[in-house]
Nanobody, 127 residues
Framework: QVQLVESGGGLVQAGGSLRLSCAASGRTFMWHTMGWFRQAPGKEREFVSTISGGGSVTRYADSVKGRFTISKDNAKNTVYLQMNGLVPEDTAVYYC????????????????????WGRGTQVTVST
């Protein structure tokens, strides 16, 4: 079993930055594919970014590419999402997700393949 707890959300002005953290506990963290997803009011949950168990492979949604960076510290059992150049369209609840099954390609971008989810952290970007 894996427990995920997100933190770092908040209110920021457009152009600002935030760093989200996802602390994981439970089974071997290093071998989990980790992902960040977000859900804005009235919209479906969408993929943001993913990182492989070893941290060497990352993928990003086109909407955040070049602005967001995902990283992982296996020693601290924590995955991060550094968000720069935030825009109002980034406003959403951000969720951390994990799976014990290594995901490759487009499967890593699909929420249905992730087994464990955090409760989310709110990110609000004002104009």
């Amino acid at each position: 079993q894996v427990q995920l707890v997100e933190s770092g959300g908040g209110l920021v002005q457009a152009g600002g930055s935030l760093r989200l953290s996802c602390a994981a506990s439970g089974r071997t963290f290093m071998w989990h594919t980790m992902g960040w997803f977000r859900q804005a009011p009235g919209k479906e949950r969408e993929f943001v970014s993913t990182i492989s168990g070893g941290g060497s492979v990352t993928r990003y949604a086109d909407s955040v590419k070049g602005r967001f960076t995902i990283s992982k510290d296996n020693a601290k059992n924590t995955v991060y999402l550094q968000m720069n150049g935030l825009v109002p369209e980034d406003t959403a609840v951000y969720y951390c997700a994990a799976t014990e099954t290594p995901l490759i390609g487009i499967r890593a971008m699909a929420a249905r393949y992730y087994e464990y989810w955090g409760r989310g952290t709110q990110v609000t970007v004002s104009t």
